[in-house]
């Protein structure tokens, strides 16, 4: 049983940052692949951000790249994402996740992670 506990959303302007966690439920992240997904109103989800077991290898989709930032905190079992310039268009509830598989994490071929956090609502005004 895998299981993820979302916090750190909330509302900021334009150009603002904010921090999610991720707490998991144990030492999982030398053997799972963890990530945040977003979905919009509307929209697709989609990944933003993933890391491979063992932290050594990051991926973030191309409209993010530069502005966020994902680590791993050991110690406390917590998956972490900086949000930094952030634009309206970065508003969308995300979602943390977690699966062994790099293809579902990464969604290559529509595949999805296994397990996922209740999410948390981020809002970006212009």
């Known amino acids: 049983q895998v299981d993820l506990v979302e916090s750190g959303g909330g509302s900021v302007q334009a150009g603002g940052s904010l921090r999610l966690s991720c707490r998991t439920s144990g030492d999982i992240f030398n053997t799972y692949c963890m990530g945040w997904f977003r979905q919009s109103l509307g929209g697709e989800r989609e990944m933003v951000a993933a890391?491979?077991?063992?932290?050594?290898?990051?991926r973030y989709a191309d409209s993010v790249k530069g502005r966020f930032t994902l680590s791993q905190d050991n110690a406390e079992n917590t998956l972490v994402l900086q949000m930094n310039s952030l634009k309206p268009e970065d508003t969308a509830m995300y979602y943390c996740a977690a699966d062994p598989s790099w293809a579902r994490m990464t969604a290559i071929g529509a595949r999805v992670p296994n397990h996922w956090g209740q999410g948390t609502q981020v809002t970006v005004s212009s």
């Open positions: 890391i491979a077991p063992g932290g050594g290898v990051t």
